[in-house]
């Protein structure tokens, strides 16, 4: 395994956490039934919590990096 924290994995971990947390609150407000009953400390933390535990779950591995590692480039 290469270097694991590098511009290219920041990169790719960045963009899995970000998705994370969109979905995350995506999820979390739809399980309002209207809009006002939002609990938007609830939506904030939950969505704070997954972007962290993506980024850390990436430390093991990220397979868009690891198939760009695996190609061959002739």
Not at 9 to 38: D, F, H, M, N, P
């Amino acid at each position: 395994m290469a270097k694991i924290i590098n511009k290219e994995w920041l990169k790719a971990a960045g963009i899995r956490a970000l998705k994370t947390v969109a979905q995350t609150a995506i999820a979390t407000i739809g399980t309002s039934a209207a809009l006002e009953s939002v609990n938007w400390k609830i939506v904030l933390s939950a969505s704070a919590l997954a972007g962290i535990l993506s980024l850390l779950t990436s430390v093991a591995g990220l397979p868009e990096l690891e198939q760009k590692e695996g190609e061959d480039n002739g």
